[in-house]
């Protein structure tokens, strides 16, 4: 995460947010047994991370490469959209450049998040066509960088609407960014997607099951993202970790037509738990890299449909992870 995302983190376990801190967390995290590579294949990095090194001042970048997992950079820059009721767009200057350097330092994909929010007039239609447009071009440098897009574009879930409000606005964003994408002469099958779970709003007062989210999720995918697309990697938005993993699960359980790989890049869900259990504190090292393994393991067999509940989480797995208007 960003610096300022690493502040949210810090603050709910009342940790200073400064590099020291976030190097360290992220030492406790890369250093992890490297059975790891059994459940995360990539680790997407912020600019800060992707130049720092451990405490025996070795690169974070190449711990990772030793244990098989390919190294991504977030990129950032989101801009106010003139015209619009508050709503957002990515910025791409100096993108190609920046693009060329991070290739020349290991890292082999890029990551992009656009932001879409619903509400009574949004996302409005130039909000959708802007944000594809721009996913697109984003897609299209990294590829002529040699990095591998991973487009997101989430549809967050901040508001009172319901699941099936949630699809109709999820089908209409992944309808524009696969048209875009092809306008901007982008090869799916070099390309990832990170979209949203189809999910009721955070202040919906109807709770739906996993099978519901599931089937309302694969119901957008199949009618908007081509077959072409080999992977889809959910964000957990501010889902709890339970509920990240759960979800997934039902997800590769429905009964759908499902064409990509459906897996996990989750942030928060994939480390609550572990911010939990460091507290900001070194002692806690073993404890952190465990509570890690076990939501890395839950997500990598959800990623079959495999997951069993067991009952036995601890409190900070199945707590929400939600952020009003999230923004990193
Ligand atoms: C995982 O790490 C082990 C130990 O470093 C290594 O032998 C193995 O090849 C790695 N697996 C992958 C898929 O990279």
């Known amino acids: 995460e960003a610096g300022s995302t690493m502040g949210n983190r810090l603050q709910r376990i009342k940790v200073e947010n400064t590099e020291e801190n976030r190097r360290q967390f992220r030492e ?4 992890v ?6 459940s995360i294949g990539g680790v997407i990095l912020f600019h800060e991370t992707l130049y720092q090194k451990d405490s025996q001042g070795k690169l974070f970048r190449n711990i990772l490469k030793e244990k098989g997992i390919v190294v991504g ?13 508050k709503e957002t767009t990515i910025g791409l200057d100096g993108l190609s450049e920046r693009c060329a350097q991070y290739k020349k330092d290991g890292v082999d ?18 909000a959708i066509q802007e944000n594809a447009n721009a996913l697109a071009r984003y897609a299209s440098i990294c590829q002529q960088n040699g990095l591998v897009p991973i487009v997101e574009p989430e ?12 699809q109709y606005v999820t089908e209409k964003v992944l309808a524009a960014v696969y048209k875009a994408l092809n306008d901007h002469h982008v090869y799916l099958e070099g390309t990832l997607l990170k979209p949203n779970m189809v999910t009721a709003g955070h202040a919906c007062t109807k709770k739906y099951t996993p099978e519901q989210v599931a089937m309302a999720t694969v119901t957008a995918l199949h009618r908007t993202v081509p077959a072409a697309v080999p992977g889809i990697c959910f964000l957990s938005g501010g889902m709890s970790e339970e509920d990240a993993t759960l979800n997934l699960n039902a997800i590769n359980l429905c009964p759908l037509p499902k064409p990509w790989k459906l897996s996990f890049s989750y942030g928060r ?8 259990a460091w507290g900001g504190k070194a002692a806690n090292k073993k404890a952190t890299q465990e509570a890690f393994m076990k939501r890395a393991l839950a997500n990598c ?8 509940h067991t009952g036995s989480s601890g409190s900070a797995s199945t707590q929400s992870l939600f952020t009003a208007c999230y923004t990193y």
């Open 301 to 308: 067999q959800a990623a079959k449909g495999q997951y069993v």
């Open 155 to 166: 549809v967050i879930p901040d508001g009172d609407h319901d699941l099936e409000h949630c």
């Open 269 to 276: 869900a994939l480390q609550a738990s572990a911010l939990a």
């Open 28 to 31: 406790i995290l890369f250093t």
């Open 73 to 85: 950079i977030k990129n950032q820059g989101g801009a106010p959209l003139a015209g619009t009721n």
């Open 109 to 126: 994909f890029g990551k992009w998040r656009a932001v879409l929010r619903i509400d009574n007039q949004c996302p409005s239609h130039l």
């Open 33 to 38: 047994d490297s059975s790891i590579n059994q």
